[in-house]
């Protein structure tokens, strides 16, 4: 995150943070966000208990993050704890496609 070093630079100087729905594990703030790991864990178990076994991790962020992290680690605790594999071939970004089926914008 280009962000990071700056606020790095403001923890170190005595600023006080705190992370909204995002975090930096080596900054230390304080932060209020959603359960992204348990929240994904759970979609996922839930789609298992529905019969779906072929799930896929997609997502959308150009630059991967924390809390991108957390739902892969969510994703992937439920498919072991089911006793699934989890593909390296089914995670992954997902391009936007638009409606008369061109390639994303630029």
């Given at each position: 995150n280009i962000n990071e070093a700056a606020y790095a630079q403001l923890a170190a100087a005595g600023c006080s943070l705190v992370f909204v729905d995002r975090y930096f594990?080596?900054?230390?703030?304080d932060r209020v966000?959603?359960?992204?790991e348990s929240g994904a864990r759970k979609v996922v178990q839930d789609l298992i208990a529905a019969g779906h076994?072929?799930?896929?991790?997609?997502?959308?962020c150009i630059h991967p993050n924390v809390v991108l992290q957390d739902r892969q680690a969510g994703y992937e605790r439920a498919l072991r704890e089911a006793g699934q594999a989890v593909r390296a071939d089914w995670i992954?970004?997902?391009?936007?496609?638009?409606p008369d089926g061109g390639p994303p914008p630029n």
């Open positions: 594990a080596e900054i230390p703030a966000s959603s359960d992204n076994r072929r799930i896929a991790f997609l997502y959308s992954g970004r997902a391009e936007r496609i638009q």
